[in-house]
């Protein structure tokens, strides 16, 4: 039996638009806590976008959390295309958890990380949640200003390892080798 002497690892991703800068001045001062007692690790995920960059600076000064930087809060901004996509891989590889809303990030629930809902933005991601939900991965946010305590219930609970469990298991896998076999059948030239 192998145990991991790190706290569990939280992913905030936000969105490309930025729409869910605003949720991270609600939970931070219920995650502080947990951050600050060695239960919990948090990234937040700007992106590529150095205004949404500035927007969680600025929150991370607002609830007097500096002394966290590195230390179990941090801030992924890359703001070239490829060094940014290496390094959420990389998050990824060590992600427990991800917070974000129902995006096309929704089909990294199959690696089996359960998937935490915001609010969707679009018909389109109604759908992706309804998706995930149906598979097991998705989970809904409750009230980001009690995060801390839901996060901890679904630790405990064995919530967050189901929806693990169910998202690497009934979702699909492999589907840009199913592309390029569709290709290949359709397009016998194509190398």
Do not use: C
Request: a neutral charge; proline letters at 7%.
């Amino acid at each position: 039996e192998m145990k991991s002497t790190e706290p569990p690892q939280l992913t905030y991703a936000i969105g490309g638009a930025g729409a869910q800068t605003d949720l991270v001045n609600q939970f931070l001062p219920s995650l502080a806590p947990l951050i600050e007692r060695q239960k919990l690790r948090l990234t937040l995920v700007a992106g590529r976008r150095s205004d949404v960059h500035e927007q969680l600076q600025h929150a991370i000064q607002q609830h007097r959390l500096e002394s966290l930087m590195e230390n179990g809060l941090s801030v992924l901004y890359q703001p070239e295309m490829d060094s940014y996509f290496r390094a959420f891989n990389s998050l990824l590889a060590e992600t427990d958890m991800l917070w974000t809303k129902p995006s096309e990030i929704t089909f990294f629930g199959a690696l089996g990380i359960p998937l935490i809902f915001g609010p969707p933005v679009g018909v389109h991601e109604h759908f992706n949640r309804r998706w995930a939900e149906q598979n097991g991965v998705g989970l809904r946010q409750h009230d980001p200003r009690f995060a801390a305590d839901w996060i901890k219930d679904w630790l405990k609970d064995g919530t967050f390892a189901a929806a693990a469990w169910s998202g690497f298991v009934r979702m699909p896998k492999f589907g840009l080798y199913k592309i390029a076999e569709a290709i290949r059948k359709t397009h016998p030239n194509t190398p």
